[in-house]
């Protein structure tokens, strides 16, 4: 405590600068990191619309994207059916899972939680495999390439409905949530496996495919479904910035400024889990973006939200763009699933940041 | 003017009743009261209940007012309650905590009346170089007075403070001490603060509340409320009450008191 001046008596108050016009300086290194992430996710986009079979150079990209009519029928299909969607799903799945898990590790108060802490994805799996497995397409009267997303959607709703009534009922503190949430992916796990074991070879083969988290999937209709979604879940929790800043100030004082913690925990896991359901349900399970988004952000941006819930979605999103590109590069015409990339990207990465955090002075 | 009238206060900890129908008289404004009681003794359940966070049976009045009875708004604008723990050592810095404390409960506030209370209570409280400094580098103290100002900021007339100088040295426990009363000063308002050190207390407190066994064993200004009787029943200890040399209270201890002498065997609370 030597370092410190004497309470109470206020230094000179002449010629210094406010706390405030010092605090905007300090936060300009943050701005400016944030246009830099915008930059390089708006570029991994361009880069993922040219990367691929067909090769195409960033110009033509540009200009097929600005000004399709000048390219020829064949380059402009590939821009704006296969391409564009592909690479706008993964930075818009990115971003949802990145913000999510922001949120998520916040009302947690575990850095180590992420959106598939309390299984919604397993149970999105669960949902999926179910609709494989007994061909709910013809039943349901859902169109064929639907009917996997809506059951996922719908496995995934059902957990959160759980979940929310199970913490509602037992009080949403930190333990009962996560766990709730373990004891929920355990019975999940299980549950998918005993589907697995009863599911012909045809349908396995299906539901492997499904859990390894594939962007290939993309439509335009899709895309617009999950930024619909990200659309109207964003500026939700922009309005409870100031309340999850709060509380990374610790529960208790958050409580003793009159922050109702309960209930913000209850609403934010309710908007995570939305967010991630909807991403996950066309995609399939996509992991560590959730996890690896947040620590970036925090890193960059600190935590305090205005600037940390932003960067984490941006972060997600560039990640998520950044592994779409190495899973079409990796080997030259197959596309190794987004999920399997993300996770073997996304595990070096997680394990560097957090060793360079230890190493950090205090 | 804030005063605070308590009667019949009855409190829970999980399943155990840790205080049972306990009053205080009408505590007058501008006073600092010292909460002192044995580990266990209900001094943090108190200043929950008191802060409207915990529940109690019996009735509380601010101004006059019930606490039961208030809104959201006005309790949040009246009453600020210090945990004991300290902050959490998070990436967050010093200005970020302090401005989010004011701003997650007052969006009524503008922004330029948020900035001014957060420089005010800075510059108020000595720690203005800490501003842009994140949790996880400050020392315990350090982020114990960073919680202060999440507190004082928002310039509440009763001030709850679980053990506020617990984490620091004696320079800045006096310091903080002394901002303490100047705020309750200006606001003409009020201060419970619950402590450990009971010299602390005998020196700078205008009233001390002594519980323990479950009631209220003592309440008054320090030098009639601390007797060796009370000191025996509260902590089980023999001790003196002396005068110093400035004619303030103090207490020696001497030993610990023999279990028949106290006459409360079993009542512990820990």
Redesign the interface.
């Known amino acids: 405590?030597s370092?410190?001046?004497?309470?109470?008596?206020?230094?000179a108050?002449q010629h210094r600068e406010?706390?405030?016009t010092?605090?905007r300086r300090?936060v300009f290194r943050r701005v400016l990191w944030l246009t830099v992430l915008t930059i390089l996710l708006v570029a991994s986009v361009l880069c993922n619309i040219a990367n691929g079979p067909a090769g195409l150079d960033i110009g033509t990209v540009i200009t097929g994207i600005f000004d399709p009519a000048t390219l020829p029928i064949a380059e402009r299909i590939i821009i704006w059916d296969v391409r564009l969607p592909y690479a706008l799903m993964a930075a818009i799945v990115g971003a949802c899972l990145g913000l999510a898990g922001a949120e998520m590790q916040t009302v947690l108060?575990n850095s180590l939680a992420s959106p598939s802490t309390l299984g919604v994805m397993y149970a999105a799996t669960l949902g999926a495999s179910l609709a494989i497995v007994f061909d709910l397409a013809g039943p349901l009267g859902i169109p064929e390439n639907y009917i996997v997303p809506v059951c996922a959607f719908v496995g995934a709703v059902a957990s959160i409905l759980l979940i929310q009534t199970l913490s509602r009922a037992y009080g949403a503190t930190v333990d009962t949530v996560v766990l709730f949430g373990i004891a929920m992916v355990f019975a999940l796990q299980a549950l998918i496996s005993l589907i697995q074991f009863v599911a012909d070879s045809d349908s396995l083969q299906q539901i492997v495919f499904w859990t390894m988290g594939s962007l290939a999937r993309a439509t335009w209709e899709k895309l617009a479904i999950i930024t619909a979604v990200f659309a109207i879940c964003l500026p939700l929790s922009i309005r409870q910035v100031?309340?999850m800043?709060?509380l990374?100030?610790?529960e208790?004082?958050?409580?003793?400024?009159?922050?109702s913690v309960e209930r913000l925990r209850l609403i934010v896991l309710l908007r995570v889990s939305v967010l991630t359901a909807v991403a996950v349900a066309f995609t399939g399970v996509i992991g560590f973006i959730g996890l690896v988004g947040p620590h970036i952000a925090?890193l960059a941006f600190?935590?305090?939200h205005r600037f940390y819930l932003p960067g984490s979605a941006l972060a997600g999103a560039f990640i998520l763009s950044g592994a779409s590109i190495a899973s079409k590069s990796i080997v030259p015409g197959i596309l190794i699933p987004d999920g399997i990339v993300t996770a073997l990207i996304g595990i070096p990465l997680f394990l560097g940041l957090l060793l360079a955090q230890k190493r950090r002075p205090? | 003017m804030t005063t605070l009238t308590v009667d019949n206060l009855s409190l829970r900890y999980g399943e155990k009743t840790v205080l049972e129908r306990v009053s205080l008289p009408e505590i007058p404004a501008g006073s600092l009261v010292g909460i002192l009681g044995p580990n266990g003794a209900g001094k943090s359940t108190l200043l929950r209940a008191l802060?409207g966070?915990g529940r109690y049976s019996g009735t509380v009045h601010i101004d006059g007012e019930p606490l039961q009875g208030m809104s959201?708004l006005r309790?949040?604008g009246l009453i600020g309650?210090?945990?004991?723990?300290?902050?959490?050592p998070?990436?967050?810095?010093a200005?970020?905590?302090v401005i989010?404390?004011c701003?997650?409960?007052r969006?009524d506030l503008s922004t330029a009346a948020v900035?001014g209370a957060?420089?005010e209570t800075?510059?108020?409280?000595?720690?203005?170089?800490?501003?842009?400094h994140?949790?996880?580098?400050l020392?315990g103290?350090?982020r114990q007075?960073v919680?202060l100002a999440?507190?004082v900021v928002?310039k509440p007339a009763l001030l709850l403070l679980d053990e506020p100088t617990s984490a620091?040295?004696l320079?800045?426990q006096i310091?903080?001490l002394?901002?303490i009363r100047?705020i309750i000063s200006e606001r003409d308002g009020l201060c419970l603060m619950a402590l450990h050190d009971i010299n602390f207390a005998l020196r700078y407190c205008d009233y001390i509340a002594l519980f323990g066994a479950g009631r209220r064993l003592a309440f008054g200004p320090p030098s009639d409320a601390m007797t060796p009787d009370v000191l025996r029943a509260a902590y089980r200890i023999e001790g003196r009450i002396e005068t110093c040399s400035q004619g303030k209270p103090f207490v020696v201890t001497d030993s610990v008191a023999a279990a028949d002498d106290y006459g409360m065997a079993g009542t512990q609370h820990f």
């Open positions: 405590m370092a410190l001046a004497e309470p109470g008596a206020s230094a108050p406010s706390l405030a010092g605090y300090f108060n100031w309340k800043t709060a990374r100030g610790g208790s004082y958050a409580i003793s400024f009159g922050v925090r600190g935590e305090d205090q | 802060a966070t959201f309790r949040v309650y210090l945990p004991q723990e300290l902050p959490q998070t990436t967050l810095v200005y970020e905590a989010s404390a701003r997650a409960v969006p900035e957060t420089e800075f510059d108020r409280l000595g720690i203005r170089h800490l501003a842009f994140r949790l996880n580098a020392s103290g350090q007075m919680g999440q507190v928002r620091l040295d320079r800045w310091g903080v002394n901002v100047n």
